[in-house]
C-alpha cells in the first residue's frame, strides 16, 4: 500500500489506531490547541478527507484544563475508550506552576463517537511538576503508563518515566526513572525525552522516544527491553546511542518524531505514523508554527529484532 504523505495536514503528535471494526482512528494535537478532535475511515489515505470527524472535547473555561491541549492519544482497554492528553492553565506562562499536566477521558460507549466522554481527572504521577505525553501499553496482565516528566534534581525540561497503572487513571507502585536526555543528540536546544510509544515484537517491548528542540534538530530515540524481564527495573532496559529516526535533506522532511505505530490495511506491514516539517524553521517558537504534517510509512525488522526506521520519505 503506497501512503500519499502527508496523510493529514496540520496536524502534530499523530496517533493512528486500527480498531477491530476495521476503521483507523486519528487523533493528534489540533492547532488551535482548543479540542480534541477524532476522526476515522476504513483507509489511512482517506483520514484526510474524511467526513467522519467529530470533536469529542473541549478545552474548559478555566483551571487546568484550559490551554494548550496537547497531544491526545486514543487507547482501547478492556472495552472502554480512553483518550490520554496534556493540557496547562495558561497560554503563555510555562513554569512550575503553570505548565502541563496529564488528564484522561473515558468513553464506555462501542463506538467512540457516540457516548459521553467522562474526565476521569489528571493523573497524578510522583510529584507535581511539568509532565505531559502519556501512553499506555499491556504486557501479560499489565496496564502500564509511560510519560514525560520534569524533575527539579535533574537538569533539562523532560525525562521519561514508566510505572504500573491499577487502572487506567491511576499509577500504583514503583515508578522508575527509564530515560534522561543526556545524549548531545537528544540535547539540542532542548533537554528533551518525550512522546514514547509502544510496540512489542519479537520477543521485546520497544519505546520510541523524541528529543531535542521541536524544530529541525528534532529526532526519534529507541529503549527496548525483554517481554520476560521486569520493566520496573532499569537493568533490563537498553538504550541506542544515536537518533533512529532524524531530519532528511534528501527528502526535505524536517524534525520528524512524536510517532505512534499502525498496522497495514492489510494486516502485514508495520507502519510508522510521525510529524515532519517540509522546512527548517525560519523564525522564532517552533511551536507557534503549524507546519507539522501527519505522516505514514512502511519501516523492516533487524535481525536484532529492532525496527529499521530509515529516513522520511518524500511528500
Known amino acids: 500500500m503506497a501512503y500519499s504523505n502527508p496523510v493529514v495536514i496540520n496536524r502534530a503528535d499523530p496517533w493512528i489506531y486500527k480498531h477491530v ?9 489540533h492547532p488551535d490547541y482548543q479540542v480534541i478532535e477524532l476522526r476515522r475511515a476504513k ?19 478555566s483551571g487546568n484544563e484550559s490551554q494548550l491541549i496537547w497531544a491526545p492519544e486514543l487507547h482501547f482497554i ?19 506552576d503553570h505548565h502541563h499536566r496529564m488528564f484522561v477521558l473515558e468513553n464506555t460507549d462501542t463506538d467512540p463517537f457516540k457516548g459521553e466522554w467522562v474526565d476521569r481527572g489528571q493523573i497524578k504521577t510522583h510529584q507535581e511538576s511539568f509532565s505531559l505525553d502519556g501512553t499506555v501499553f499491556q504486557l501479560k496482565n499489565d496496564l502500564y503508563y509511560c510519560w ?22 491511576t499509577l500504583k507502585g514503583k515508578i522508575l526513572t527509564l530515560s534522561i536526555p543526556t545524549l548531545p543528540w537528544e540535547c539540542q536546544g532542548f533537554m528533551v ?49 544515536v537518533p533512529v529516526f532524524k531530519s532528511s535533506e534528501a527528502s526535505h522532511q524536517f524534525g520528524p ?14 507502519l510508522l505514523v510521525y510529524h515532519a516539517r517540509p522546512e527548517k524553521n525560519q523564525s522564532g517558537d517552533p511551536l507557534a508554527n503549524p507546519n507539522r504534517h501527519t505522516r505514514v510509512q512502511a519501516f523492516k525488522w533487524g535481525e536484532d529484532g529492532l525496527p529499521i526506521f530509515g529516513e522520511p520519505v518524500k511528500d
Do not use: C
Request: hydrophobic residues 35%.
Open 148 to 169: 514525560a516528566q520534569s524533575e527539579p534534581t535533574i537538569p533539562g525540561n523532560s525525562n521519561l518515566y514508566l510505572a504500573k497503572m491499577s487502572n487506567p487513571w
Open 257 to 270: 518524531g512524536h510517532n505512534s505505530f499502525t498496522i497495514s490495511e492489510d494486516g502485514t506491514t508495520d
Open 193 to 241: 525525552n518525550e512522546g514514547p510509544a509502544a510496540i512489542i515484537r519479537n520477543g521485546k517491548v520497544i519505546l520510541s522516544y523524541s528529543a531535542s528542540a521541536t524544530d529541525e534538530n528534532y529526532a526519534m530515540g529507541l529503549i527496548w527491553a525483554s517481554d520476560s524481564d521486569d520493566l520496573l527495573d532499569g537493568y533490563s532496559w537498553h538504550k541506542s546511542d
Open 78 to 96: 478492556a472495552n472502554k475508550w480512553y483518550v490520554y492528553f496534556a493540557a496547562s492553565d495558561d497560554p503563555i506562562i510555562r513554569d512550575a
Open 43 to 61: 483507509k489511512i489515505n482517506e483520514l484526510k478527507q474524511t467526513k467522519e470527524i467529530k470533536i469529542i472535547w473541549y478545552a474548559h473555561d
Open 21 to 29: 471494526d476495521g476503521y483507523y482512528y486519528f487523533i493528534a494535537t
